[in-house]
Antibody, heavy 117, light 109 residues
Framework: QVQLVQSGAEVKKPGASVTVSCKAS????????IHWVRQAPGQGLEWMGR????????NYAQNFQGRVTITRDTSISTAYMELTGLTSADAAVYYC??????????WGQGTLVTVSS | SYELTQPPSVSVSPGQTARITCSGD??????AYWYQQKSGQAPVLVIY???KRPSGIPERFSGSSSGTMVTLTISGAQVEDEADYYC????????????FGTGTKVTVL
C-alpha cells in the first residue's frame, strides 16, 4: 500500500535550519506531486508548498517564500523540506502529503520540530 | 492573502445531520477538498473535488457547492465522527498556492 514515511523529531535552536524527509513507497514517486503542510500546537493546518517530483518544479506559500526549499532525490523516492531561520513560531508538526487521485490522499505520519534555545 | 472561512465549532446529536460550511472567493472556479483530523493523528481526506468520496469513506459524508460556499454534510453523525474538519483549495494567482480553511471542531453528543 502507498506509504509516506517521514524522518524523526528534531530539536533546533533559534536561527537554525531544519530538513525533514519524506520517503515514498508502493507507487511511482515521479507521477504525483508532494505537498508540505504544518500544524503548530493547538492550531490549524497551514499549506507550505508543493513539489513536482518529475521536474523538480515547486510552488511555495507566500508566508514562507525565501525560507522554505522543497527538493527531491528520485533515486530513493524521497522528498525534502528545508526551513531556514527558525523561530519559536516554527515549532510545529510537519506533514508531507501526496496529490494522487486527489490532494492529500495519503499523508506521512508527521515530524515534530521543536525550536528552543 | 487568500482565506477560507469556516465556523469554529458545530455540535450535533448522534444520528442527526451536521453541516460545515467553507467560504472563499475562488469557489466555484476552484475545487474544494475536506479533511478530517482526530486528536494526535494525521488528517484524512473525506471529500475531494467538491463532492467525490474516496474509497473507504462512509456514505454519510457528502460535499456540495453553491456560489462562493462549499459544505460538508455528515448525515447521521456518529460518535466517531467527532474531530476537526478542514476545507482546502487553491488561490487564483496561477501559481497554485494552496490554502486551508480555519477549521471546524465537530462535537457529537
Amino acid at each position: 500500500q502507498v506509504q509516506l514515511v517521514q524522518s524523526g523529531a528534531e530539536v533546533k535552536k533559534p536561527g537554525a535550519s531544519v530538513t525533514v524527509s519524506c520517503k515514498a513507497s508502493a507507487y511511482t514517486f515521479t507521477n504525483y506531486y508532494i505537498h508540505w503542510v504544518r500544524q503548530a500546537p493547538g492550531q490549524g493546518l497551514e499549506w507550505m508548498g508543493r513539489l513536482n517530483p518529475n521536474s523538480g518544479g515547486t510552488n511555495y506559500a507566500q508566508n514562507f517564500q525565501g525560507r522554505v526549499t522543497i527538493t527531491r532525490d528520485t533515486s530513493i523516492s524521497t522528498a525534502y523540506m528545508e526551513l531556514t531561520g527558525l523561530t519559536s513560531a516554527d515549532a510545529a508538526v510537519y506533514y508531507c502529503t501526496r496529490e494522487g487521485a486527489a490532494t492529500g490522499d495519503h499523508w506521512g505520519q508527521g515530524t515534530l520540530v521543536t525550536v528552543s534555545s | 492573502s487568500y482565506e477560507l472561512t469556516q465556523p469554529p465549532s458545530v455540535s450535533v446529536s448522534p444520528g442527526q445531520t451536521a453541516r460545515i460550511t467553507c467560504s472563499g472567493d475562488t469557489f466555484p472556479k476552484k475545487y474544494a477538498y475536506w479533511y478530517q483530523q482526530k486528536s494526535g493523528q494525521a488528517p484524512v481526506l473525506v471529500i475531494y473535488e467538491d463532492a467525490k468520496r474516496p474509497s473507504g469513506i462512509p456514505e454519510r459524508f457528502s460535499g456540495s457547492s453553491s456560489g462562493t460556499m462549499v459544505t460538508l454534510t455528515i448525515s447521521g453523525a456518529q460518535v466517531e465522527d467527532e474531530a476537526d474538519y478542514y476545507c482546502y483549495s487553491t488561490d487564483s494567482s496561477g501559481n497554485h498556492r494552496g490554502v486551508f480553511g480555519t477549521g471546524t471542531k465537530v462535537t457529537v453528543l
